[in-house]
């Protein structure tokens, strides 16, 4: 099952700040074993998405996945939930998420998860495999809490040994 696919824009149509594309799509059964499928906008794009209700933003989703698969499918699905969030209104993220700027390499993730005497750190910026994402956030916690269970000479009560999946050709 694939955990994450990408919606290129191959027309001028679809590059339009009005078109509300999204670019990245995550499916989350492989990671929490729910039927879930996260969007993803980004950029100005994930801006003006921020101005739609949350309906809009459904319907637009469901849009977008109806143009991607066949169509029968999509109206087929059963829409239980629909979660929106807004980073950049949030007063603590203000729409930020990490990135690798040139010269830097995926170490430098490994790094930054490194722990200073005992000052432990997690956040999708530690996560090598899913980093600006949520699911890196998780999966970087439950690793951070595990090396503190660790370093006290204790076992926490995390899901700790449940290892994050591989991304392919890593």
Known sequence: EQHTFARAPV???????EAL???????????????ALVGLFVARTAE????????ELAEHAL????????EAEVNA??????????????????GS???????ATPEDRVALAKRQGGVFFAGEATDVNYPATVHGAYYSGQRAA????TYLGIELPVAAGKKAPRRKGK
Request: charged content about 35%; aromatic content about 8%.
């Open 146 to 149: 595990k090396e503190v269970g």
């Open 21 to 35: 594309e999204i670019p990245m799509w995550v499916n989350l059964k492989r990671v929490t074993g729910a039927n």
């Open 97 to 103: 998420y990490s990135y690798l700027p040139p010269g």
């Open 63 to 70: 849009d977008l996945l109806r143009a991607m698969f066949p």
């Open 11 to 17: 027309v001028d149509s679809r590059r339009r700040l």
């Open 77 to 94: 699905a059963k829409l239980l939930e629909v979660k929106v969030t807004r980073w950049k209104a949030d007063e603590f993220t203000l």
């Open 48 to 55: 003006e998405a921020e101005k739609r209700t949350d309906d």
